[in-house]
């Protein structure tokens, strides 16, 4: 009994140095939670949190040494009776803790100092070698987080200043044309004279046309910023189509191309902006008739199934490479080949991709060289 009450005193003393190494760590715990604090705030505290877990707090300094930084206590001084571990910073040593005893104390573990206390270093350096490397991450994420915003901030102001040169380019333009077109149509109603008669027509046709492109780049504007609305309507695709081939009759005749229509029998009616298929089916066709061979044929077939009507415009041109098929989409690419009759902004395919696709449908291309290319386009039955 005698010898197990001489002993306690050494088991409360073992069991309060383990308390106090626990408290350590829990305090190093909590100061991570801390997300306002610093790396540095983070080590300076560290500092002052271990002298008190050592067995001398009285006489016990503590440095903390990171790259060109370093942290001490008030009371820190390099003595003989040092303890150390190295710091740990994604494979790289970066940094050393020191622990000193101001005053010479009786012979331990390892000098003075206990196992524990070499054990509870070791462990206070893995758990800063962690705490910096998960802050260097955050710094990192939330460094490329700014640049990212700032560039994203930085395209959206691009775009917005293009999309209002766009704007303010389109009125420009508008606003002496459609004075032109107004004066162009009241001459060519009036004039009776044929020379000037003729002039007056081209004067007209040409301000008409520049009128439509000029709409044109303002539906693929409206487009791509998401502003272009679509009037979905129920109507009548065998119907459009014929009234399509009347009046494009002359414009194939210009091109010495022959204009054909193949519908497929009792072709539903369907729901969408009739304006915006009728303005697709016109590209293609102008597109068609600008590429198809002289004296060939430039062919529309529509046909139905229980999801979509699907319309073709076939010519039978000297057809588009393969290289270059993937690219017919995209606004401003025009082939190369037959280019001096081309001519535009090579926007018309991007906007026919644009409606389709805004009415749910989809559109592409098949050709082949010295065969001629086909457009196909589809449309759900059901406006989307």
């Not at 700014?146 to 395209?155: A, C, V, Y």
């Not at 102001?157 to 508008?174: A, C």
């Not at 009234?243 to 494009?248: C, L, N, Y």
Request: aromatic share 6%.
């Amino acid at each position: 009994m005698k010898e197990i009450n001489s002993s306690l005193p050494e088991v409360m003393h073992r069991l309060q140095e383990r308390v106090k190494e626990l408290n350590c760590l829990y305090a190093i715990t909590r100061l991570v939670e801390q997300s306002d604090l610093t790396v540095d705030d983070i080590l300076q505290s560290v500092t002052d949190l271990i002298p008190p877990s050592w067995q001398y707090p009285d006489i016990t300094g503590a440095r903390i040494k990171l790259s060109d930084k370093e942290f001490q206590t008030s009371n820190f001084i390099q003595t003989a009776w040092k303890q150390s571990d190295i710091i740990i910073v994604n494979g790289q040593e970066s940094g050393i803790i020191e622990v000193c005893y101001l005053e010479e104390m009786p012979e331990s573990d390892e000098g003075p100092f206990l196992t524990e206390e070499r054990n509870l270093i070791h462990v206070i350096a893995e758990r800063l070698g962690h705490i910096i490397e998960h802050r260097l991450a955050q710094d990192s994420l939330q460094s490329l987080y700014e640049q990212e915003k700032q560039l994203r901030e930085r395209i959206q102001d691009e775009m917005q200043r293009r999309i209002n040169f766009t704007r303010n380019l389109i009125h420009e333009l508008k606003t002496p044309l459609t004075a032109l077109l107004a004066t162009s149509q009241l001459l060519l109603e009036e004039e009776q004279n044929e020379p000037l008669g003729k002039l007056a027509q081209y004067v007209w046709e040409g301000a008409n046309s520049l009128n439509t492109k000029i709409d044109e780049l303002h539906d693929l504007v409206r487009g791509e910023i998401g502003t272009l609305k679509l009037e979905l309507k129920p109507f009548d695709v065998s119907e459009m189509l014929p009234s399509i081939i009347s009046e494009t009759q002359a414009l194939a005749r210009q091109y010495g191309v022959t204009l054909n229509l193949k519908l497929s029998s009792d072709l539903p009616r369907i729901t969408a902006d009739g304006a915006r298929v009728r303005q697709i089916v016109l590209n293609l066709l102008n597109n068609a008739f600008k590429y198809a061979s002289e004296g060939s044929k430039v062919t529309i077939i529509c046909s139905a199934d229980d999801r979509f009507l699907k319309l073709e415009v076939k010519d039978r041109g000297p057809g588009i490479p393969l290289e270059e098929q993937k690219y017919l989409f995209e606004p401003g690419y025009q082939a190369d080949h037959r280019s001096e009759l081309a001519g535009g902004l090579g926007i018309g395919l991007a906007l026919c991709k644009l409606l389709t696709e805004l009415h749910g449908g989809k559109i592409w291309v098949k050709s082949k060289i010295g065969k001629g290319t086909s457009f196909y386009f589809t449309l759900p039955l059901q406006g989307e």
